[in-house]
């Protein structure tokens, strides 16, 4: 409750720690005698626990004192629970229905009791067995058009955006981690950055790029100085869950104020990768299975750019190109539209390309690459994506669209 102290649940102590919290027992019942805890966490940070009792099973979430990853050698604060909840509300508010129902919060133990997703996965793992999720594209494009133009100025009043805006600028640690593990850490010898051999002359020819290292540094200047919108922060398919038709995002506890248009490149940069690696995790449905994730792609940003000026033209309250100045005047505000949207793609490609980079070569690489099993397999599909990733980042302000960046990944295949 409120006024102890933090101590971390374990399997044991968990019941009788919780079992007078009553939006808890309201899903699972009330005899705690009679849960089953469970210790999921298969993420790099957060202990996450599902309870099972007579009457349906929760999540809960707790954050630790440190990085679970890397261990306690590395602290990173407990607050970033309240960010956490802070951005699962709102959310929920700006795409309902888009993240786990939020049942309790206690901020002193740095933990958030949700809905169990079930029968959901974790999206990458079911990118790596080469499974469809119907709906997928329409789901990510509106949730990342919904989250960004709803949590931005075009929608919000002046006052809401800035109270907002120094709310989570409290959460300092976390996109901390971004800004150096996303944007900096490739691009030289960090203490924690790890490769697969073999991609050393990559890696150097990256290095040696100099106007790649100012692209990827101007994507960080905007990252940590532009706070169009409420990004989730880390939105790549392992922050998602899907059953075969229905998906859902959690863990956003990186949640910051930044680009518009960070959330769908980093996403974008992951069915990227997902697709790199697929020759090492597909047979004779490997053509079928990288044409759905292009296509993902393509339609998670075309049905992205649909719904983003749906709620230019039918929820445009704010302050940013008010009504006043085109409507109002007999005027057609398309122009303006267009242009938000070309800075919103560049930001984007620019990120996704970054992220390409980065989870092959500083620290938390991802499944999609790192299940592959022959390092020579692994390094020749990395190198596909690290080469690609470096002509995103300089072409980022000229790309056409999401279907020249996946004609450009045909083209790197
Ligand atoms: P971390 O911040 O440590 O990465 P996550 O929030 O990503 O923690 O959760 C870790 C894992 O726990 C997820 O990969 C998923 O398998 C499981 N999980 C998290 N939230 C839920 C949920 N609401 N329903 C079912 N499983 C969940
Ligand atoms: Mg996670
Ligand atoms: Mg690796
Ligand atoms: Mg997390």
């Given at each position: 409750s409120a006024d102890t102290a933090y101590e971390a649940l374990t399997v044991e102590t968990l019941p009788e720690r919780l079992k007078d919290v009553t939006a808890l027992t309201a899903q699972v019942?009330?005899?705690?005698?009679l849960w089953q805890v469970e210790e999921v966490g298969d993420g790099n940070l957060n202990l996450v626990f599902i309870v099972t009792g007579p009457g349906g099973k929760v999540i809960v979430k707790q954050a630790l004192p440190y990085v679970r990853l890397v261990g306690d050698s590395w602290p990173l604060p407990l607050y970033r629970a309240f960010y956490e909840y802070h951005a699962l509300i709102r959310q929920a508010a700006r795409d309902p229905g888009a993240v786990p129902a939020i049942y309790h919060f206690d901020e002193s133990q740095a933990l958030i009791i949700m809905e169990f997703l079930a029968p959901h996965v974790i999206l990458r793992r079911k990118l790596i067995a080469g499974e469809h999720v119907a709906g997928l594209a329409e789901f990510l494009g509106r949730y990342c058009a919904r989250t960004a133009f709803r949590g931005s100025e075009l929608s919000m009043s002046s006052p809401d955006k800035k109270a907002d805006v120094a709310l989570f600028a409290g959460n300092v640690e976390i996109p901390a981690i971004t800004e150096a593990l996303v944007f900096t850490d490739p691009y030289f010898d960090a203490e924690m950055n790890s490769h697969t051999k073999g991609l050393e002359p990559v890696i150097a020819t990256l290095r040696a790029d100099v106007a790649l290292k100012v692209k990827a540094q101007q994507a960080l200047q905007r990252f940590v100085s532009n706070t169009e919108t409420m990004v989730h922060g880390d939105l790549h398919s392992g922050s998602i869950m899907s059953t075969g038709r229905d998906s859902r995002v959690i863990d956003p506890e990186f949640v910051q104020y930044g680009p518009l248009g960070f959330d769908i490149g980093m996403l974008c940069a992951n069915f990227l990768m997902a697709y790199f690696s697929q020759p090492a995790h597909r047979g004779a449905d490997l053509d079928e299975y990288q044409d759905w994730i292009l296509g993902i792609i393509a339609d998670t940003c075309r049905i992205f750019e649909a719904e983003f000026r749906h709620l230019w033209a039918t929820e445009r309250t704010g302050i940013l190109f008010p009504a006043a100045l085109f409507e109002d005047q007999g005027h057609d505000s398309t122009p303006a539209c267009d242009a938000v949207l070309t800075g919103l793609w560049r930001d984007a490609w620019a990120v996704c390309g970054i992220e390409m980079h980065r989870r092959c070569l500083s620290l938390a690489h991802n499944?999609?690459?790192?299940?592959?099993?022959?390092m020579s397999v692994r390094a020749s599909l990395e190198a596909r994506n690290l080469l690609m990733g470096a002509e995103l980042i300089h072409t980022a302000d000229t790309v056409a669209d999401a279907q020249a960046v996946c004609a450009l990944a045909r083209a790197y295949n």
């Open positions: 019942g009330e005899d705690p005698a499944a999609d690459f790192e299940d592959i099993a022959d």
